[in-house]
């Protein structure tokens, strides 16, 4: 097990050191580069680009620069923001949680929504309720999640004037009613795609299941059908969706990006739009590298709680 | 001069033959997508020139028509444009996007894929290390990026979506080769001394074909899907050049005045991607070898 710790923390820090240097090499090597926005000031002159340029450090090589970004991204230093000065980690902190909630309302929904599609559709093989499960989640896939979201605004809150178009709370009124029925589009919105991914998966995962040994003894010593299904299939079948999950991570967080854009929503996706538009490099950049890190991290997890879930698993 | 049968293109047309065609054609929903696809690309190309308006011309008289109401069949936009002209040259930009993109990012992530499950070793830990690296940004973040500082042009688009889409192909064929190349019939080829590049490309890539095919077609429905997400936000295809994802780009606001400019080219997305991903799924069933006795 520590071997096993050891060798994939190296692992992940040798992909988090490849996913620097590619986000690194995209702002840098860009045209414009993070000079752009001052080059736009009238009546600047090409001596005081030079003079900013010198300050910022970026007449030095790119790889001294990127060494020197990267010693101070360590210790926890990513640069401030060129908007208003604040640093960046804290401004990352500040848009975290409306995310982390979205996400996680939404992962919820797709899990217990796609968990029980995919057994049902497992145990019903074939039948037109897997049919339509299927071919559901194949337009699923291929409906725009922002054009989802137009859709279901038009629906719930222009027609039927039922739900928010958008924003996370009613100013003056932020009660946790307030806060959960806004919540409830975006969320539906962003986990539209995961519950059509995660239930073709548990699908697949709960046909492998059902051929295994021990639930045809779990089946021939007479265990009625609820027990077998509930404690020896889908309880084996959602071990490896451990590992999808991790997998999902970027997924989720790209769609969050967009579902924040349609239903204002004061995340990071908004947070990374509005960074675009004003061109805040040091921002783009922490927000560049915070997914990467979450991904890894969040794949790293998923392959240690599939080894906890799993007594057969041993990491090594 | 004898024809000597290229074994890569005898290959795809081997693929193409017998019970594995049989069993595309009866896929339904792959037969219905294969439909609504030619038929879409037909009606984007040559569309136009059947319509009374052209996609650029702006008629201030007309704005926010209804569809069905002047001539204009599926309304206009705030500027009095014909959404139906807009939208025909739209598909052919977004189309045109979609497959170009795809055959750049199938023809990189075939090369990596290949190279990294032939060589093995350090060859193959470092390029799926790489590649693993790429699929750690979320693609849409990497994208926006690139297109954000990027000139935007169409052919910029397609790159920078082909850039951000190669890691799929390249992990499936890293896969496939690593199998096919402890095979008897490679050992053979080298044996007899074949270089390197003739095992990969003659010897392997025939036999990987199929799940190739797979992947490419499946890519094709994600690309246009990524240039509508950056079109969407502001960051794809320039106005006034119309694509599906910038028709979207202030659809918003008028959503309560006029729900046609959102609903309109958010079917045609969503049609084009869902008719690509059943293509993709009737492929599969018919090319995976397990499958086909």
């Given at each position: 097990m520590?071997?096993?710790l050891?060798?994939?923390?190296?692992?992940?820090?040798?992909?988090?050191?490849?996913v620097?240097m590619i986000?690194f090499?995209?702002i840098?090597?860009a045209?414009?580069?993070p000079?752009?926005?001052?080059?736009?000031t009238p009546?600047?002159?090409?001596?005081?680009l030079?003079?900013i340029a010198?300050q910022?450090g970026?007449?030095r090589?790119?790889?001294?620069?990127?060494?020197?970004w990267?010693?101070?991204?360590?210790?926890?230093d990513?640069?401030?923001?060129y908007?208003?000065?604040s640093?960046?980690?804290?401004?990352i902190?500040r848009?975290?949680w409306a995310t982390?909630?979205?996400?996680?309302?939404a992962?919820?929904?797709s899990?217990?929504?796609?968990?029980?599609?995919?057994?049902?559709?497992?145990l019903r093989r074939?039948?037109?309720?897997?049919?339509?499960a299927?071919?559901?989640a194949?337009?699923?896939l291929?409906?725009?999640?922002?054009?989802f979201?137009?859709?279901?605004?038009?629906?719930?809150s222009?027609?039927?004037g039922?739900?928010?178009?958008?924003?996370?709370?009613?100013?003056?009124d932020?009660?946790?009613?307030?806060y959960?029925?806004?919540?409830?589009?975006p969320?539906?919105?962003?986990?539209?795609?995961?519950?059509a991914?995660w239930?073709?998966?548990m699908?697949?995962?709960?046909?492998?299941?059902?051929d295994?040994d021990?639930v045809?003894?779990?089946?021939?010593k007479g265990?009625?059908r609820?027990r077998?299904?509930s404690?020896h299939?889908?309880?084996?079948?959602?071990?490896?969706?451990?590992?999808?999950?991790?997998l999902?991570?970027?997924?989720?967080?790209?769609g969050a990006l967009?579902?924040?854009?349609?239903?204002?929503?004061?995340?990071?996706?908004?947070?990374f739009?509005?960074?675009?538009?004003?061109?805040d490099?040091?921002?783009?950049?922490?927000?560049?590298?915070?997914?990467a890190?979450?991904t890894?991290?969040?794949?790293?997890?998923a392959?240690v709680?599939?080894?906890?879930?799993?007594?057969?698993?041993r990491?090594? | 001069m004898?024809?000597?049968?290229?074994?890569?293109?005898r290959?795809?047309f081997?693929v193409f033959?017998?019970?594995?065609v049989?069993?595309?054609?009866?896929h339904r929903?792959?037969?219905l997508?294969?439909?609504?696809i030619v038929?879409?690309?037909?009606a984007?190309f040559?569309?136009p020139?059947?319509?009374?308006y052209d996609?650029?011309?702006?008629?201030?008289?007309a704005?926010?028509s209804?569809?069905?109401?002047g001539g204009?069949i599926?309304?206009?936009?705030?500027?009095?444009?014909?959404?139906?002209?807009?939208?025909f040259?739209a598909?052919?930009?977004?189309?045109?996007?979609?497959?170009?993109?795809?055959?750049l990012?199938?023809?990189i992530?075939?090369?990596?894929?290949?190279v990294?499950g032939?060589?093995?070793?350090?060859?193959?830990?470092g390029?799926?290390?790489m590649?693993?690296?790429?699929l750690s940004?979320?693609?849409?973040?990497?994208?926006l990026?690139?297109?954000?500082?990027l000139?935007?042009s169409p052919?910029?688009?397609?790159?920078?979506?082909a850039v951000?889409s190669w890691?799929?192909?390249?992990?499936i064929v890293?896969a496939?080769v690593?199998g096919?190349a402890?095979?008897?019939?490679?050992?053979?080829?080298r044996?007899?001394?074949?270089?390197h590049w003739?095992?990969?490309?003659r010897e392997?890539?025939?036999?990987?074909?199929?799940p190739?095919?797979?992947a490419?077609?499946l890519?094709?429905?994600?690309?246009?899907l990524?240039e509508?997400?950056?079109?969407?936000?502001g960051?794809?295809i320039q106005?006034?050049l119309?694509s599906?994802?910038n028709?979207l780009n202030n659809?918003?606001?008028?959503?309560?005045?006029?729900?046609?400019l959102a609903?309109?080219?958010?079917?045609?997305?969503?049609l084009?991607?869902?008719?690509?991903?059943?293509?993709g799924?009737g492929l599969r069933?018919?090319?995976?070898a397990?499958?086909?006795q």
């Open positions: 520590i071997r096993f050891l060798h994939r923390t190296l692992q992940g820090i040798v992909l988090i050191l490849i620097s986000g090499a995209v840098n090597l045209p414009g580069g000079l752009s926005q001052y080059a736009l009546g600047i002159s090409q001596a005081d030079e003079r010198h910022m970026l007449d090589p790119l790889p001294i620069q990127y060494l020197d990267l010693s101070k991204l360590i210790v926890g990513w640069g401030s923001s908007r208003d000065q640093p960046v980690l804290s401004v902190w848009h975290m982390l909630l979205l996400m996680g309302c992962t919820v929904i899990v217990v929504l796609g968990t029980l599609i995919g057994v049902l559709g497992a074939y039948s037109l309720f897997d049919y339509v299927t071919v559901g194949m337009i699923a291929s409906i725009p999640t922002f054009w979201g137009l859709i279901a605004i038009f629906f719930f222009l027609e039927l039922w739900l928010p178009a958008g924003n996370m709370y009613t100013v003056g932020q009660s946790l009613g307030d959960a029925i806004h919540l409830i589009m969320s539906a919105v962003l986990a539209l795609v995961n519950v991914i239930s073709r998966y699908r697949a995962s709960t046909l492998d299941v059902m295994q021990y045809r003894t779990a089946r021939a265990l009625p609820w077998i299904i404690a299939i889908v309880r084996n079948a959602l071990i490896p969706m451990i590992t999808l999950a991790g999902q991570l970027p997924t989720i967080i790209g967009v579902t924040e854009t349609v239903f204002t929503w004061p995340g990071l996706g908004r947070l739009i509005d960074s675009l538009g004003y061109n490099y040091p921002v783009i950049m922490g927000l560049l590298m915070f997914s890190i979450l890894v991290v969040g794949n790293f997890l392959d709680g599939v080894a906890l879930a799993d007594p057969r698993i990491l090594g | 004898t024809a000597i049968p290229d074994p890569a293109r290959a795809v081997a033959r017998g019970p594995r049989r069993k595309f054609m009866r929903l792959a037969m997508g294969l439909v609504t038929l879409l690309t037909l984007c040559a569309g020139h059947f319509l009374p996609e650029l011309y702006i008629d201030l008289r704005r926010f209804p569809p069905l109401s204009h599926l309304g206009t936009d705030p500027l009095g444009r014909d959404i139906a002209a807009r939208l040259s598909g052919q930009i977004s189309l045109t996007v979609g497959f170009t993109a795809m055959v990012s199938t023809l992530g075939t090369a990596i894929g290949i990294a032939y060589f093995g070793g350090w060859t193959r830990t390029l799926m290390r590649v693993d690296a790429f940004f979320p693609s849409v973040f990497l994208m990026t690139l297109a954000a500082f000139k935007p052919a910029m688009i397609t790159i920078i979506i951000t890691m799929e192909v390249a992990r890293e496939e690593r096919q402890a095979r008897d019939f490679t050992a053979a080829a044996m007899i001394g074949a270089p003739w095992i990969m490309g392997i890539l025939p036999n990987v074909m199929g190739i095919i797979v490419a077609t890519t094709v429905a994600r690309a246009i990524l509508a997400y950056i079109s969407f936000l960051y794809g106005p006034p119309p599906w994802g028709m659809a918003q606001q008028y959503l309560d005045s006029a729900p046609w609903i309109v080219p958010g079917v045609a997305i969503t084009a991607v869902t008719s690509f991903n059943f293509i799924d069933d018919a090319l995976d397990r499958s086909v």
